[in-house]
């Protein structure tokens, strides 16, 4: 999938990341990630938040704080594409690290890539699984 969809602050209004665009919204950072980037986003999917217990997610969506170092992890900085993706380590916008392996597949930490290479044109989307909580 490269069809380019807008700037990266409007990945809510896509198919399968409503869940995600809200979380951004109530963590203010449609704006940052509307900003110049390049970013690369590890966007997890509405199926991804389904799978945090309701509790969990309705206290993470109110706790401003949380909710930005969450969704901050899932960020890179730069345009990271498919193809150059290798296994190793990715320093996030939050400030630790990702851990990328290839073995069974693409997996960020312990999520699954399931579309590579949304294009955005301040970056670029790969939708994953699951979502990544930071340590």
Do not use: C, W
Request: glycine fraction near 12%.
């Amino acid at each position: 999938q490269t069809a380019e969809r807008g700037r990266l602050g409007d990945a809510g209004k896509a198919g399968d990341f409503r869940t995600l665009g809200g979380a951004v919204q109530a963590a203010g950072l449609v704006d940052t990630l509307k900003g110049p980037g390049p970013f690369t986003v590890f966007a997890p999917t509405d199926e991804a938040f389904a799978k945090i217990p309701k509790a969990t997610l309705d206290g993470l969506l109110a706790d401003k704080a949380a909710l930005t170092k969450v969704l901050t992890y899932h960020v890179v900085p730069g345009k990271v594409m498919a193809k150059d993706v290798k296994p190793g380590k990715l320093k996030t916008v939050e400030g630790q690290e990702l851990t990328v392996s290839t073995d069974m597949g693409v997996m960020v930490d312990q999520s699954k890539v399931l579309a590579t290479d949304v294009l955005a044109s301040n970056g670029v989307i790969h939708a994953i699984d699951t979502v990544l909580m930071p340590k």
